[in-house]
């Protein structure tokens, strides 16, 4: 079993608040991702990190930022939440071997509204 | 660039049968892993299948198959004997050589297994 944990799971906010999703990880994965995904749709890679101070944006555009001050945390920060960031919010850590799966967290459905 | 995709956006399946997802890609890279992963509608990714563009064999776990078919670019997802428990989105998936290990995703194949 996956030892990587988001919080909140949901999340349903006014329009213009800061959020942060919470993710954690308890493998000492040092490359760790955030995608978004919208219903019944593919999942967009936004940010990833090789591993502490590293970020990088994704291939999909976000307002989002995130931080890494610690191997195991990897936050995502919205300043100013709207509608359009109504999606949910996958975290994902590796071990960075090319034959190795990459574990997901439960995710967070944010609702901005 | 590379690209997966997944032309099936929905299938059926008749308990204790056997399904084949598609799933083709394209790369330039002449070494990549492809993976295939279950999103049941509480929204968590499971793990199901890897198998890497080196590898001899087609890839098994279980119940769960890889028809792995390089010369055509495919690697097909096949569940034997059907649960209603495999009722799920599942998504095909691409790593590729490059350090960041990034999985680039196909849009899903929805698959629903009927009694």
């Known amino acids: 079993e996956a030892d990587i944990y988001q919080t909140p799971r949901y999340l349903v906010i006014g329009t213009g608040k800061k959020i942060t999703l919470e993710c954690s990880q308890t493998?000492?994965?040092?490359?760790m991702y955030w995608y978004q995904q919208d219903p019944g749709m593919e999942l967009h890679l936004i940010h990833y990190?090789?591993?502490?101070?590293?970020?990088e944006k994704g291939d999909l555009s976000s307002e989002s930022t995130v931080s890494r001050i610690r191997t195991e945390h990897f936050p995502l920060t919205l300043e100013s939440a709207r509608p359009s960031h109504t999606s949910q919010y996958l975290c994902?850590?590796?071990?960075?071997?090319?034959?190795?799966?990459?574990?997901f967290g439960q995710g967070t459905r944010l609702t901005v509204v | 660039a590379q690209k997966i995709t997944q032309t099936q956006p929905g299938m059926f399946v008749q308990e204790k049968e056997a399904v084949t997802l598609d799933c083709t890609y394209d790369?330039?890279?002449?070494?990549?892993?492809l993976f295939w992963y279950k999103q049941p509608s509480s929204g968590e990714m499971i793990f199901l299948i890897y198998?890497?563009?080196?590898?001899?064999q087609n890839a098994t776990e279980g119940r769960y198959s890889l028809n792995f078919q390089k010369a055509r670019k495919s690697a097909n997802l096949v569940i034997s004997a059907s649960q209603l428990g495999d009722s799920a989105m599942y998504f095909c998936?691409?790593?590729?050589?490059?350090?960041?290990?990034?999985?680039?995703f196909g849009t899903g194949t929805r698959l629903q297994v009927f009694p």
């Open positions: 998936a691409m790593r590729g050589p490059d350090n960041t290990d990034k999985l680039i």
């Open positions: 790369t330039s890279d002449p070494s990549y892993g």
């Open positions: 493998m000492g994965h040092d490359k």
């Open positions: 994902a850590s590796s071990a960075g071997q090319a034959n190795t799966e990459a574990f």
């Open positions: 198998q890497g563009s080196y590898d001899q």
């Open positions: 990190s090789y591993g502490v101070n590293s970020t």
